[in-house]
C-alpha cells in the first residue's frame, strides 16, 4: 500500500495527521474550506423573545449577537453539500464581533483528528416580531378560559390550579391573564391549546365545562368566532365539609385525578364520587357560618348510638361512626338541627 504525501510539503500521513486530498491538514486549511460560507449573511431576529427565522420555523437564542449568529449558521447553513465531502461533526462558533463582521471558528473531524479554521462572514440583523410575539402583542386571541370557582372563591384553590396550568406546555399559547375578584381569564392564541386545558381542569380539578361561540367576525381577512370556554371549578380542600344529596362527607382527598374521596360523617364510610356526578348530584360546601361546632363528652351507648354530654350541659345521642372510650372527648357539630360527631 502506498504511503500518501502532502503534495505541498511532502509530510508522510500517519493516524493523528490525514492526508485530504493530497494535503497535509497545515496545508488544506490554508488552501481549501471545512464548509462553503457566504460573504454576507442576513438574519430575522424577534426583538422581542431573541428568536430567528429560519425558512418556516422560528428557533430560539439568547438574542444576543454571538447567538443569533452560531444558531442561524450552524442550523441554516451547516448543511452536508456545503460541508468538504469526509468532515464530520462541523460546528461553526462566533469568537468575536468587529461592528458587522464576525470572526468565526470552524470545527470538524476528518478521520478523527479535530480541524479548526479560522474564517469570517458579514453579516446584517433584521428585526421582525415573530408569529407569537406579534399575537401576544395584537393580544390577538381564539380562545378565553373564565376560571370561576363553585363557593366562594379560594386562593388556595387558584394556587393550586395556577401550579398544574403553568406546567401545561399549552401555557405557552396564553396571551393574556386577567384576574379579577370572581376568577381567572386566560386568553389563548388557540382553540385547541384553550381546549386542552378546558379536559385538564375537569380532570385535575373536577371543573364543569360549558362552551360557547361567539363574536363572529373578520380576522386578518379570516371569518372567525372566539370560543369561551367556561370552566367552574368546586371551591373545596382535604378537610372542609360538604353537604352531598343531604349528607355531610368531609373531603379526604381532592388530588386524586378523576375523583374525589370523601368520608360520609354519619356511617364514616370512604366514598369515591366522579367529577361528574358531583356535578349531577349537585353539592353546597359549607363554613362555620353553616354549622355550630361544641366540645362534649362520651358517657354511654344506648341502641347503637353514643350519648354526648355537650360541655353546655346539653345531652345529645348521635350515631358514631367509630366506637370511643366513654369518657372521650368529642365535637359535635350541629347542621341543621341534626348532630354529626367529629372524630
Ligand atoms: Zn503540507
Ligand atoms: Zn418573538
Known amino acids: 500500500m502506498g504511503r500518501r504525501f502532502c503534495v505541498r510539503c511532502g509530510v508522510e500521513e500517519r493516524e ?37 427565522n429560519i425558512g418556516n420555523d422560528w428557533l430560539p437564542t439568547d438574542g444576543s449577537v454571538p447567538s443569533v449568529l452560531e444558531t442561524y449558521i450552524n442550523k441554516a447553513l451547516v448543511k452536508k453539500r456545503k460541508i468538504y465531502p ?15 463582521k464576525a470572526i468565526l471558528e470552524v470545527v470538524g473531524k476528518y478521520n478523527n483528528v479535530v480541524l479548526r479554521q479560522e474564517t469570517q462572514v458579514y453579516f446584517e440583523i433584521r428585526k421582525k416580531l415573530c408569529p407569537r410575539c406579534s399575537s401576544v402583542k395584537n393580544e390577538f386571541y381564539e380562545a378565553l378560559i373564565q376560571i370561576r370557582t363553585e363557593g366562594p372563591p379560594r386562593e388556595e384553590v387558584f394556587r393550586r ?30 382553540v385547541s391549546s384553550a381546549r386542552s386545558i378546558g379536559s385538564l381542569l375537569r380532570e385535575e380539578f373536577s371543573a364543569r365545562i360549558k362552551q360557547t361561540w361567539e363574536d363572529y367576525g373578520f380576522v386578518r381577512g379570516k371569518k372567525h368566532g372566539k370560543l369561551t370556554i367556561s370552566a367552574r371549578v368546586p371551591s373545596f380542600l382535604e378537610g372542609d365539609i360538604v353537604e352531598i344529596n343531604g349528607k355531610l362527607m368531609v373531603i379526604e382527598d381532592i388530588k386524586n385525578v378523576g375523583n374525589f374521596v370523601f368520608r360520609d360523617l354519619e356511617t364514616g364510610k370512604i366514598k369515591e364520587l366522579k367529577h361528574d356526578d358531583l356535578w349531577i348530584k349537585g353539592f353546597k360546601i359549607l363554613t362555620s357560618k353553616d354549622y355550630a361546632v361544641i366540645k362534649g363528652r362520651i358517657i354511654n351507648y344506648e341502641g347503637g348510638k353514643a350519648v354526648v354530654q355537650a360541655s353546655s350541659g346539653g345531652i345529645y345521642y348521635i350515631r358514631p361512626s367509630k366506637m370511643l372510650d366513654l369518657g372521650s372527648e368529642v365535637k359535635i357539630l350541629i347542621y341543621k338541627g341534626k348532630q354529626y360527631l367529629l372524630i
Not at 493530497?22 to 457566504?38: M, N, S, T, Y
Open 16 to 52: 493523528d495527521l490525514p492526508i485530504i486530498d493530497g494535503l497535509c491538514p497545515k496545508h488544506f486549511l490554508q488552501e481549501r474550506k471545512i464548509i462553503e460560507l457566504p460573504t454576507k449573511v442576513f438574519i430575522t431576529v424577534c426583538p422581542s423573545c431573541g428568536s430567528i
Open 86 to 100: 469526509g468532515f464530520t461533526n462541523v460546528k461553526v462558533r462566533v469568537k468575536d464581533i468587529i461592528s458587522d
Open 161 to 190: 390550579i395556577a401550579e398544574r396550568v403553568i406546567k401545561a406546555h399549552e401555557f405557552s399559547d396564553v396571551v393574556k391573564i386577567e384576574e379579577s375578584k370572581e376568577g381567572v381569564d386566560l386568553k389563548f392564541r388557540s
